[in-house]
């Protein structure tokens, strides 16, 4: 008997199950996760019906199950629950399944379902131990775990082919205890102060007329949300954009570059962490004008252009104990260009990102990076919405070590 005190009720949860000989498995998975208190929806692939019947799952669920016994039209009906899940777990997870979600294949009830989710996905995955211990299969594990998804490894023992390996369904209380984990609210940033600037700057040209980019501000909001919702206290400078600002989240609006600079300056001292995903503009009208200026007044001459500050270097020479990360938006050679940018500004982590094109950060609402930090290899990314991206970049900073700088920096904000 489940109540509104128990662990997980009103946890709304999928289990998909996959072909393998560990089906049964899922029986005893499900019942857990139901005696937990949550309400579970049960999807199968086809191959899974061959083992156990849809029925089985539907009894103990009480739902019915989606499978890819159904038509597609059913499919379609079924993917409205992505919206309201609150996790998918895999289980098991066969090694045709992991690369079909490594690759994004949208061939069955899964592969759809797994391209249209908000939530965490838990991956449990049950083969042979030769499978898993290849580099095929353990690459495709890798691009999911990257993308944020977590992996339950299979245990050691006895197999279904008779010999002994790393291949086994992991218990269900190992499996149960990961779900718990993605559905609690962490609280890792708890006592931390996070600064971020977010959208683009606008620099006038007269009362009318500005000099801006297509920054939407998604980013920088979602890091903002991730990380008030993870305990921070969070300050928001942010240039005009058409975003709320988040629950918990200090907001506080500002035009131009120098603007931005004084708001984060004011309240570096204050910052643990100053995360700098604003797209800052580099120029601004020399002699911006105090009147509209009439059409008829202009009379062929170009704009004189000066560079704002850069924010960044100035902020980086006053560092005392914060982490500093900085974005950078380029449309090529992105890992070159922000190595260099991550050395000359002093950073702690440089996020690169592709503008531009069809893939274009600006505007989107999910974006694939590079992560740049000093002494490591370049670490990509793999597209994902910008909310789990941030969690994402969050777990990273979280493990920057950073050494107290006593020295400023001699750099100059304009060099
Ligand atoms: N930045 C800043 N002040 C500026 C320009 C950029 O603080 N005047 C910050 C951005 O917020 C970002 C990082 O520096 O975190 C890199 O920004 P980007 O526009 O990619 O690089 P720039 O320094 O402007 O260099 P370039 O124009 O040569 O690409």
Redesign the pocket.
Known sequence: MTTANSPMAGKRVILAVTGSIAVYKAIGLLRLLSQQGATVHVIMTESATRFVTPLTFEVLSGSPVTSDLFSGQEEMKHLSLTAHADVLVVAPCTANTLAKLALGLADNVLGTMALTLQCPMVICPAMDGEMWAHPTVQGHAKTLENRGAIIVEPEKGPLASGQWGQGRLAAEEVILAAVQKVLQPRRDWLGERVLV?AGPTREPIDPVRFLSNGSSGKMGYAIAEAAAARGAEVVLVSGPTQLECPQGVLHVPVET?NDMLQALAARFDWATTLV?????G?FRAKDPHNHKVKKDQWNGEALQLER?????LALSAQRTHQRMI?????TDNLVE?GQA?LQR?QLDMLVANQVGGEDSAFGNDSNAVIVLTPNAAPSPISRVPKRQLADILLDRMKTLSVSPQSQPSALHPLS
Do not use: N, Q
């Open positions: 600037s570059a700098m995903a604003a797209a800052v580099d704002t500050p850069d924010i960044l900085g974005f950078a938006a380029e260009h940018k500004k």
